[in-house]
């Protein structure tokens, strides 16, 4: 497989884009750890209780495996931001040259179906044009696979 220079260079912008992005994840160390808020709205309410997401990024990236996400910390629960495709990404170690960033997946399964449901998000979009619709927000059990590039 030949290494493609604008590839490089889509795979710096999208680790830029990514860089800003806040991140609460972490690989899977714990599974008993969770995290407690109150809510400021409410401020005599219980401490709600915020369970991580278990997911798992594959393919094109640096560490392949599955992760725990949680939700980021924002100064009142509405908000807080739900775990991305570019915070999965950025968590397994960003993508490798060979990623195709057209080309990801988000396999989700669904309890009515035997094979998963697969969304396909096209990160270059984001990067290049700022579409946010493509960082889409991911739910327990996703599967985000980076895809190779095909010559």
């Known amino acids: 497989m030949q290494y493609r220079p604008w590839i490089g260079l889509l795979g ?13 994840a972490a690989p899977i160390v714990d ?73 990801v997946q988000v396999r989700r399964r669904t309890s009515n179906r035997k094979e998963p449901t697969i969304i396909n998000v096209n990160l270059y979009e984001l990067v290049s044009k700022g579409d946010v619709s493509q960082d889409i927000s991911l739910q327990e059990g996703d599967a985000v696979v980076v895809m190779p590039v095909i010559d």
């Open 12 to 24: 710096a912008a999208l680790s830029v884009v990514m860089i800003v992005i806040p991140t609460s």
């Open 31 to 103: 599974a008993t750890s969770q995290t407690h808020e109150l809510s400021e709205a409410q401020p005599n309410a219980q401490p709600q209780t915020v369970q991580p997401l278990h997911i798992a990024v594959i393919g094109e990236v640096q560490r392949p495996g599955a992760y725990f996400l949680a939700q980021a910390d924002g100064s009142s629960t509405a908000q807080q931001q739900l775990p991305t495709v570019t915070r999965a990404i950025q968590m397994a170690g960003g993508i490798t040259q060979h990623a195709d960033i057209r080309q």
